[in-house]
Each structure stands twice: as structure tokens, then as C-alpha cells.
């Protein structure tokens, strides 16, 4: 299965998906294409690293700066998506990983890619999910309602905001004392865990 990770930042969880491609023979993905709506995420150091190609799909790459400054937020979305779905034809892409992606992917590409778009979300969804949930602010939520556990859910994309198919969630104690911070550090290990673990599991359901 030939998979592109979308990426936002330092691009720890497209380590782990790098890392375990390279250590199993086995391994049911093969990772053809990086693209970040970030020019600056460290995560494109990786891909290179791994010798990986890496596409800028930022808004002012798609739209150039005049356009990213006068475009509204739809129009962006919709923007980045189309090119997202160029690209994906450009490398034969069979499925889409969401690895620490910040835009709503939006328009056609939900429907061309339907059931091979998976996304990892900090949280164990339904519970704390859509618009405005993602990085510390989910974890903050989680702390003001003194929530017990707290973890990480990988789930299909669909046309909603987080709301598609659960395939992987890890859980981890809440702890007295705990800030965004520490709640993050206990969760991220279970990240990669459970992105490898879901992007097998979609290998898998691909293949039938």
C-alpha cells in the first residue's frame, strides 16, 4: 500500500511510521511522498533524511501569498485538498495518513480517497474531538473535566470532524498533578504505537 503522510510539525509520528517501514520486511505500507502545510515543519528534515519526497502544500504555496491573505477559510481548505489529491495521483498513492495535519481536508478528495484516509487524534474520540480540538487544547479539555484516562484514537476521515470509523485507540491514567504537558508526554509513545498499528490495520482491510 503506497501511503502519503500529511504532516504539520516535528514529525514524531512520521518517524515511527519511517522507522518501522525500514525495520520489517513485512511491513504492509511503503511511504512515496511527505507533504506538509508548514515550509517550515521539522517534519520535512525527516522525510528528507529518509530520502523520502516531500511536497509544500501550504496556502500560499497553492494560492501564493496574495491569495493566501484574501482566500477565506473554506476556500483554503478546499485549496490545499485539491492539491493534496494532485499530488496523490502524481505518486500512485493508495491511502492517506493524517500524521500531526492541521488542515480539514475538505471536497473531492473525501470522496476519492473514502475509507483510506486515516487520522491520528489525541484524544479518545468521540470524547473531546472536532474544530478546534487538536495539540494541547484537547488535553487542556481533558484536564478541565477532570476526565479519569486519556489517550489516542487513529479513525477513518470522513465529512465531519473527527467523527469516522474508530480502528485503534491506547489508553493512559490521568494522574493528580498533571498538566497539558505531562498528559502529552505520557500519551505520545502510544501515538506511534497506535498510527503504525491503524495504517497496518487500513493495509489490511485494503487488501480484502
Not at 525500514?22 to 517534519?43: E, G, L, N, Q, T
Request: glycine residues 10%.
Amino acid at each position: 500500500m503506497n501511503i502519503a503522510v500529511l504532516v504539520s510539525g516535528g514529525g514524531t509520528n512520521l518517524q515511527a511510521l519511517i522507522d518501522y517501514e525500514k525495520s520489517r520486511r513485512d511491513c504492509p505500507y511503503h511511504i512515496v511522498v511527505v507533504m506538509s502545510d508548514r515550509k517550515d515543519a521539522y517534519a520535512i528534515e525527516r522525510a528528507k533524511r529518509a530520502g523520502i519526497p516531500v511536497e509544500n502544500v501550504s496556502v500560499s504555496a497553492v494560492l501564493g501569498s496574495k491569495g493566501a491573505e484574501t482566500a477565506g477559510r473554506d476556500e483554503k481548505r478546499i485549496a490545499v485538498s485539491d492539491r493534496v489529491l494532485t499530488d496523490c495521483g502524481k505518486y500512485g498513492v493508495d491511502a492517506i495518513v493524517l500524521a500531526g495535519w492541521l488542515t480539514v481536508l475538505a471536497g473531492e478528495i473525501i470522496a476519492a480517497y473514502s475509507n483510506r484516509i486515516v487520522n491520528l487524534h489525541p484524544a479518545l474520540l468521540p470524547k473531546f474531538g472536532g474544530v478546534g480540538m487538536w495539540g494541547h487544547h484537547v488535553h487542556e479539555a481533558v484536564l478541565a473535566a477532570h476526565e479519569k484516562e486519556s489517550g489516542c484514537t487513529v479513525h477513518l476521515v470522513d465529512a465531519g470532524c473527527d467523527t469516522g470509523r474508530i480502528l485503534v485507540q491506547k489508553k493512559v491514567p490521568v494522574v493528580s498533578g498533571d498538566t497539558p504537558d505531562t498528559l502529552y508526554a505520557r500519551i505520545a509513545p502510544y501515538e506511534h504505537e497506535a498510527l503504525v498499528e491503524g495504517v497496518c490495520m487500513l493495509a489490511g482491510m485494503l487488501k480484502k
